[in-house]
């Protein structure tokens, strides 16, 4: 069975592309390279939703449903894949229900550091309620203690290999990232006043993005959403995320593959993939460690400075890469096929 090539629902609820959709496109791909038949299912059909576009030039199919739950359990008798794979909470507590329905086995990838508040904590507690009927990996050991026992493995995100790059450095300080409480962009905002004579960039948009932009001082500058971030990493120097809760970024990741240092607060599993003056820097949260370790990466040598970006490849080749990960996840896929073979899978949804 190890052998076999599988054929999988990616199951997600969206209508951009963020940290999730960005994993469930690197997911898929490296699949689909591996010679696995892998189809996305968006739960909810939203025109134009550039996870389309992108997958189309990969040739995964992407099947668009209108929100009912029985929507998807059409489709998986229809296409009858071995297994599907949901990521979010929607799509897992939807996705746990038609799985159970259709006797196929499921997967489901918690990503989410943040717990919410009012609606979202509610759903993300029915998530976690229900993660006793699939098979569960956690992006970080934070998450994965939430589970309480129902989480199968620890799986970081990870980037294809390809995006490992040596590409030459520009004079950028950045934040990459949602405009929002969690992700502090308030802070970077702070640290720019700091340093009047350096360039600070903001890749993201939100609800905060008004605000910031209002009272930024002139060397901050804002470019809203971008899908070509992959093109823009050559431009910067450093990445700075002042986050107040993370599982296990990807912007994280895609910058130390591409030779950015980033300087990080010590939330989720950022400190397993930063090693302190290594590979990158962490810092406690306040402005003024913050300010601190700017300071220090701006002052030392380049020759030190390159010894930090490439500590940073090594990391991301070794254990955050497509090689290292994906190998691991189809692991998790043929023991759920063998355990739900064997009829001990847990399943009893009525």
Known sequence: MANKALKLFMVIDSRSVGGIETHVINLATGLAKRNHHVSIVLLNYHTKHPIIR??????????ALDGRPWDLINAIK????????THGYKANIIGRFAAART????ISTFHNGDMGSGKLRLYTAL??????????????????????????????????????????KGRQIAFVGRLDEVKNPALFCQLAELFLGDEFHVYGDGV??????????????FHGTVDDMQRRW?????????????????????????RVPVIATKVGDLPKLIQHNRNGFL??????????MLQQWLEINSTTQ???RDKAVDTITTHYSEDAVIPKILAIYHTALSTNLLGENTYAIQ
Not at 78 to 85: N, W
Not at 208 to 221: M, T, V
């Open 234 to 258: 050559h431009e910067i120097d450093l990445l700075v995320m002042p986050s107040l809760n993370e599982g296990l970024p990807l912007a994280a990741l895609e910058a130390m593959a591409n």
């Open 283 to 292: 810092f406690d949260g306040t402005l003024s460690a913050l300010q601190s």
């Open 127 to 168: 998530d976690i309620w229900s993660s006793k009927y699939s098979t569960n990996i956690a992006v970080s050991d934070e998450i994965a203690d939430r589970l309480k026992g129902q989480c199968a493995a620890t799986l970081p995100n990870f980037i294809p290999s390809q995006q490992v790059t040596a590409a030459p």
């Open 208 to 221: 905060l993005r008004s605000a910031l932009e209002k009272n930024a001082p002139p060397n901050l500058y």
């Open 103 to 106: 006797k196929t086995p499921c």
């Open 306 to 308: 390159n010894l930090v």
């Open 54 to 63: 992108t997958l189309s030039s990969f040739k995964v199919p992407v099947i």
């Open 78 to 85: 229809d296409q009858q894949p071995d297994l599907i794979h």
